[in-house]
């Protein structure tokens, strides 16, 4: 018998709740043991629910309980959260999660944490919701050096970006929708200004790369200057606005990982994804492109990841489960600027000083565009060779980078 422990009952805490319950003979034949829930940490009380009888309020009673193999992190944040995976830990339990933000922040130390603890740190839910990828990047792909990973991380901006695309809303109403719908907080910064993706990328070229990459290290641009000129002008050049995670290996090792809103081509895999779905394309030396496709946010797909890491977590009592990177480095991110590519440009400026400050330009049009509004695709050039255009250019601008 393995004893689990669930801290939070958010969303995400009581779908592992309901999904360990529900499947409890397929999980146990996984396992080749049963799972049994036996305690859930939560400061509210939920006398209604069916799990009543199994809410503590103490973190301590869960730490001082040797009969508890595995704990599920599902608080958030990287204060609480923390201090008790690191109890956990420390007490010699497993600690499975879906904290994005702490992984990112913190993944590192935990990681090291867990391995002189003789237990496992695991976190598959933390990137791209019910979708594997963590399990695939370390084990499935193990063989390849990862030349690049690139996404649709983040569920509420690709729901937002689709609405203004599908429907014509404006940034501010299909904002508004996700948060009518439940899919994007009431703050929805992280999601918005690319924090959560950035996360996302952070943990993936850890992960792929050999050593922690923190979210300060990545250049991050969210979605909110977006406009629906942008969309119409994407479209007429057949491409669709995605807010896209890279991670790339350069020559000579480094690693170049930024978050930004992209122009993407409709025949590019990326462009079908649509709503609150995510995709992720990872590219191997040997195996070549890889894509995986899923829901990347939600109660029970992120249950199913989280679960999936219990089951790991069980089957590793003896032989234990480690998954492992590096330490950080300050030089081990290249500033995103030096990637060349083809960018979009829409500028407050006439078409001859366009052709003037960036030559040939292939010029793009959109129904009601007012007069002085010119938008074009360059060929590819790097960051700051784009802003030395625009500064000749001169007037107001707003730039894309087109995904070759
Ligand atoms: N806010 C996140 C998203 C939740 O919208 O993708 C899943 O990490």
Redesign the pocket.
């Known amino acids: 018998m393995v004893n689990v422990a669930i801290l939070g009952y958010g969303v995400v805490g009581s779908g592992v709740a309901e999904v360990l319950t529900e499947n409890a003979n397929q999980i146990g034949r996984k396992a080749e043991e049963d799972i049994r829930l036996k305690y859930i940490l939560d400061v509210r009380a939920f006398p209604d629910s069916p799990f009543a009888s199994r809410f503590v309020q103490d973190f301590s009673v869960i730490e001082n309980d040797p009969d508890v193999d595995i704990v599920v992190e599902t608080i958030g944040g990287a204060k609480v959260a923390k201090e008790f995976t690191e109890r956990a830990l420390k007490a010699g339990k497993s600690v499975v999660t879906s904290n ?1 933000e702490l992984v990112a922040e913190h993944g590192y130390d935990l990681l090291q944490l867990a391995e002189a603890n003789g237990v496992s740190y695991l976190f598959e839910a933390s990137v791209g ?1 019910g979708i594997p990828i963590i399990r695939p990047l370390n084990q499935c792909l193990a063989a390849n050096e990862i030349e690049e990973i690139c996404g649709i991380l ?3 901006t690709n729901y937002i970006l689709t609405r203004m695309i599908r429907a014509g809303l404006t940034f501010e109403a299909a904002l508004k929708e996700a948060q009518q719908n439940g ?1 994007a907080e009431q703050d929805p910064t992280a ?1 918005i200004e690319g924090h ?1 993706a950035c996360r996302k990328i952070c943990i993936l070229s850890s992960l792929a790369f050999g050593r922690h990459i923190y979210p300060k290290q990545v250049d991050t641009q969210g979605i909110t200057k977006i406009t629906l000129a942008d969309v119409a002008y994407a479209e007429s050049c057949g491409c669709k606005i995605k807010l896209l995670g890279r991670a790339i290996r350069l020559e000579g090792g480094q690693l170049c990982a930024y978050v930004a809103p992209h122009l993407v081509h409709g025949e590019n895999p990326l462009a079908g994804v649509e709503d609150v779905f995510n995709a992720i394309t990872v590219k191997g030396n040997a195996v070549g492109d890889v894509m995986f496709y899923g829901r ?2 939600g109660k029970r797909p992120t249950a199913s990841a989280v679960v999936a890491d219990v089951v790991d977590a069980a089957k590793h009592r003896k032989t234990k489960k480690y998954l492992h990177w590096g330490p950080g480095a300050e030089d081990a991110v290249a500033p995103a600027g030096g990637l060349e590519s083809g960018w979009y440009v829409r500028a407050e400026a006439g078409a001859e000083a366009v052709r003037s400050a960036f030559g040939e330009v292939s010029l793009l049009a959109r129904a009601g565009a007012p007069g002085g509004e010119t938008a074009f695709l360059t060929g590819a050039m790097s960051g700051p060779a784009l802003e030395e255009k625009l500064a000749k250019l001169g007037g107001a601008h707003f730039a894309l980078r087109v995904l070759d």
């Open positions: 994005k919701g983040n569920g509420t899919y999601d959560d990347g946010a």
